[in-house]
């Protein structure tokens, strides 16, 4: 069974401290994406990478980071978190286009629920 | 820019009836489209797919969706509701040679019985 697991369901921070969100994948996919989900809004893109050390910019990619320093985990990093930065963060993994992946989804892990205070 | 757009926010049908969730995307080449399901407290469930071929796709849970190039949609139905329906959909796209997967805003579904 496919598998993209989130570390936290759930995460209490306060506002400046740095917070990690860590995304492991079991499917040998070459990409992976964090996206932020908020009522009204859909899912958006924050980050995506499609290899390992390879990342490209989403649409909101302001006050995050990420790396990839191994093909199965991808991190997600808030490096001083805000009270704009509450959320759900939703991290997803898929083939490449380039291993025949043109047609296939992403999978999706359950979300990460952070709260800034 | 590339995008899908879900011009509905909220869509409430009685149990029994037909749905229809609009979805427009703004690819310039063959788009491959997908359709997701998020039930309350669930993650993201893949509902159908479309890249090519026959353009009337099949999905899981009595779902399918018709992609129709000459309107830039990919509207999802489902000929008869039930309630376990009751969830928020998505629709998403992506450019035939890109692997950047993009999100509409998403279309909460309310079932009255």
């Known amino acids: 069974d496919v598998k993209v697991t989130q570390s936290s369901r759930y995460l209490v921070k306060r506002t400046g401290e740095k917070v990690f969100l860590e995304c492991v994948q079991d499917?040998?996919?070459?990409?992976m994406f964090w996206y932020r989900q908020d009522p009204g809004l859909g899912l958006r893109l924050i980050y995506f990478?499609?290899?390992?050390?390879?990342?490209e910019k989403g649409d909101i990619p302001e006050g995050y980071s990420v790396s990839r320093e191994k093909k199965e985990r991808f991190s997600l990093i808030l490096e001083s978190a805000s009270t704009n930065q509450t959320s759900m963060y939703l991290c997803a993994s898929s083939l490449t286009i380039y291993r025949g992946g043109s047609g296939t989804e992403a999978f999706f892990g359950q979300g990460t629920r952070l709260t800034v205070v | 820019a590339q995008s899908v757009t879900q011009p509905d926010i909220h869509i409430t049908v009685s149990e029994g009836a037909s749905l229809e969730l609009r979805c427009n995307y703004s690819y310039g080449a063959t788009p491959y489209l997908f359709w997701y399901v998020q039930s309350p407290g669930q993650g993201l469930q893949l509902l159908l797919k479309y890249f090519s071929g026959d353009t009337l796709v099949q999905g899981i849970k009595g779902f399918e969706a018709e992609f129709k190039r000459s309107q830039s949609s990919f509207n999802l139905r489902k000929p008869s509701v039930h309630w376990s329906d009751a969830a928020e959909y998505f629709c998403?796209?992506?450019?035939?040679?890109?692997?950047?997967?993009?999100f509409g805003a998403g279309t909460i579904l309310r079932v009255k019985s």
């Open positions: 990478s499609y290899d390992v050390k390879m990342k």
């Open positions: 998403a796209g992506r450019r035939e040679y890109g692997n950047k997967l993009v």
């Open positions: 499917m040998d996919h070459e990409n």
